[in-house]
């Protein structure tokens, strides 16, 4: 959940932002998706043809023991973000 926080402070939205359609959270690299994830289900596939959702993703909500990647977007968007607003 802090790492998930600290992804909100440091500008990333939710995978799930936009659902299906729109330009989701903002980052080229993370497939839409349509709703928050429950659990660690494998191969949840809320949109057809973007790729599997991204489970593993601490800016989604699955469980904590299913959490442990940002993707490369993310992590250029975080820098981005920190370096434009946040002064470090």
Known sequence: ???HETGHWTGLYHVFQ???TGEGDQ???????EDATDG???NKDTCSGGG??????????SD?????????????????????YRGF
């Open 18 to 20: 936009g659902g299906c």
């Open 27 to 33: 980052v080229g690299d993370t497939p839409p998706q």
């Open 64 to 84: 904590d023991a299913c959490l442990d990647s940002f993707t490369d977007g993310q992590i250029d968007r975080l820098w981005g973000q920190i370096s434009s």
């Open 1 to 3: 959940t802090l790492v």
């Open 52 to 61: 599997l959702d991204s489970i593993h993703n601490y800016m989604d909500y």
């Open 40 to 42: 660690c289900p494998a």
